[in-house]
């Protein structure tokens, strides 16, 4: 199993990134997918997730009406859309799966890409 982020980068407020996951050795269109994030000297929050179920969303608070997380089950690839980005948006943004493998469902997660916000 792989997930491999890509994207992330340096932006200035309210500027826009999109990051990507690019999954691999499991059945992407059955696995719940998300984005966390981990702030300097901060715990790792979640900031969106996606059912496979019924492709229902939910946010942060902190990111509800900015970020927009979506799937393209034929790329087995997962976006996280940020748009009007803050500098409190500054973190390393990590994608999760609860992979639907062979054996089950597993939790895995990417070694992240780090995002920074700043004029």
């Known amino acids: 199993v792989q997930l491999v982020e890509s994207g992330g980068g340096a932006v200035q407020p309210g500027g826009s990134l999109r990051l990507s996951c690019a999954a691999s050795?499991?059945?992407?269109?059955?696995?719940?997918m998300s984005w966390s994030r981990q702030a300097p000297g901060k715990e790792r929050e979640l900031v969106a997730a996606?059912?496979?179920?019924?492709?229902?969303?939910n946010y942060a608070d902190s990111v509800k009406g900015r970020f927009t997380i979506s799937r393209e089950n034929a790329k087995n690839t997962v976006y996280l859309q940020m748009n009007s980005l803050k500098p409190e948006d500054t973190a390393v943004y990590y994608c999760?799966?609860?992979?639907?493998?062979?054996?089950?469902?597993?939790?895995?997660w990417g070694k992240g890409t780090p995002v920074t916000v700043s004029s």
């Open positions: 050795g499991f059945t992407f269109s059955l696995s719940f």
């Open positions: 996606e059912q496979s179920t019924d492709g229902s969303t």
């Open positions: 999760y799966a609860r992979a639907r493998t062979i054996n089950g469902y597993r939790p895995y």
